[in-house]
């Protein structure tokens, strides 16, 4: 007798520990090195602050980080949002017409190469300062892997799929919605989770540049001032931000593609 027995619905909890387990390890060990270097003074702690001195600067600060640590995600997320649908729409076009491709792949090429943070300070003086600029940055870094998922996934549907719904009269609207575009999300999804964590860092860079507010804001003025506590703390939320994105596409990739979720060893079949 064979049965389908999916991990979930055997013992959830048993497979959220079983997952988590590791990288919490690895967490806390990273700490503990971190805490044995300052506690033995083999970094000096004007150079490196203890885990203990950072933690409790977050919650001494807790409403100031918070703040900023709003303006960061609120620039993130709106960047990755527009990233994602300009992407998409390209990828669409770039895959229904070789001409549109040829035209707008060494372009997007050429975009990804130059370095953001060199040209952030040009739309500082073309925009201004404020939030614009610094979607605009999260937008371009967090765009190219949006594009290039979506290419490959759209390009990835088995050509005998789309024979059959040719011969079955399907119209090329009809078989993208049905098949092409299904097919491609596993790719996208894949490409979404590196672009969210490139937005992080594209919104940081732009705050860099031109801004008052958000975490790139604080680390620059941490910098200046060799407030290295402070430093270590934007860096420590800047770094939890990104994790939570990433961790918000996964869920929904997983709630989306139940499907994929399966193949990649959530659901295993045993045999008795």
């Not at 050509?159 to 399907?170: F, N």
């Not at 999804?189 to 590196?194: E, R, W």
């Not at 402070?230 to 929904?252: D, I, K, P, Q």
Request: proline fraction near 6%; aromatic fraction near 10%; hydrophobic fraction near 55%.
């Amino acid at each position: 007798m064979v049965q389908t027995v999916t991990i979930r619905d055997r013992d959830r909890l048993g497979e959220l520990a079983e997952r988590s387990w590791r990288p919490f390890a690895l967490l806390a060990a990273c700490f503990g090195i971190w805490w044995a270097l300052t506690e033995f003074e083999v970094v000096p702690r004007y150079l490196v602050p203890s885990p203990g001195a950072t933690l409790q600067l977050i919650a001494d600060k807790a409403g100031y980080i918070t703040h900023h640590t709003l303006v960061t995600g609120y620039e993130t997320v709106l960047g990755f949002v527009i990233a994602v649908v300009v992407g998409v729409a390209a990828a669409v076009l770039m895959v229904a017409s070789a001409e549109v491709e040829k035209t707008l792949y060494p372009l997007l090429l050429f975009a990804q190469v130059v370095p953001k943070i060199a040209i952030a300070p040009l739309f500082v003086v073309w925009l201004g300062f404020g939030l614009t600029p610094r979607i605009v940055v999260a937008v371009l870094i967090a765009f190219f892997p949006v594009v290039i998922s979506m290419v490959t996934g759209l390009k990835s549907v088995d050509p005998e799929m789309l024979q059959l719904a040719s011969t079955m009269g399907a119209s090329p609207a009809k078989t993208f919605v049905k098949i092409r575009f299904p097919a491609s999300l596993p790719f996208l999804f894949s490409g979404l989770k590196v672009a969210v964590t490139l937005a992080v860092t594209g919104a940081v860079v732009g705050e860099f540049v031109g801004g008052n507010d958000g975490l790139g804001s604080i680390i620059l003025q941490a910098n200046g001032n060799l407030d290295t506590p402070m430093l270590f703390a934007g860096l420590l939320v800047m770094s939890l931000l990104g994790v939570v994105l990433f961790a918000a596409v996964e869920f929904a990739e997983r709630l989306l593609l139940p499907w994929h979720a399966s193949r990649r060893g959530d659901a295993v079949t045993v045999t008795y």
